[in-house]
């Protein structure tokens, strides 16, 4: 008798500790990511818009895990009258994220088939993984109009909590 009270004791410990393991080891955060950073130069205005959401694991352990899902449009636009890019051949618009962030997207037009500059463009991309922009990074948006490079930088006020791990 006595040994079966030890057993189920043994049992009632192990399934406690395993649930409270299980538990606890599997906590997840879901976290709606939302942010808009906007600049402009004297030729361009330019905005991302960064929507997705983001997933925090923590374990037991203390270890955090992130990862995320995003959706990203990048909207370039032209602030002078449009007649002023009849002339363009080249024009290219990439936008680089903080250093820890890989490359954003590029886009690249030729007009010597007749076509014409447009006074807006809009890149989008999807991304997923570890690497997320926060409120307190800072997006180079780069425009290369026949080998003259135009340079503006993309910053946020937005009201929404910087990812602080």
């Not at 040994?3 to 409270?20: F, W």
């Not at 490359?103 to 999807?126: F, I, M, P």
Request: charged residues 20%; contains cysteine; glycine residues 6%.
């Amino acid at each position: 008798m006595k040994k079966i009270c030890i057993l189920i004791i043994c049992i009632s410990i192990l399934t406690i500790t395993g649930y409270l393991v299980y538990h606890y080891s599997n906590r997840k955060e879901i976290l709606n990511i939302n942010y808009t950073f906007k600049g402009e130069n004297k030729f361009w205005v330019a905005e991302l818009q960064v929507k997705g959401i983001g997933i925090v694991n923590k374990n037991i352990f203390g270890t955090i895990n992130f990862d995320s899902n995003l959706n990203k449009t990048l909207i370039v636009t032209y602030k002078k009258d449009i007649a002023q890019l009849s002339s363009v051949k080249y024009l290219q618009i990439s936008y680089k994220e903080d250093d820890y962030l890989p490359k954003g997207e590029k886009l690249v037009e030729h007009y010597d088939n007749g076509s014409h500059a447009r006074k807006t463009y809009v890149l989008k991309s999807h991304t997923t993984g570890p690497a997320v922009e926060t409120g307190d990074s800072i997006i180079t948006v780069t425009i290369n109009i026949d080998n003259q490079i135009q340079t503006i930088e993309l910053k946020t006020n937005s009201a929404q909590p910087y990812l602080r791990f």
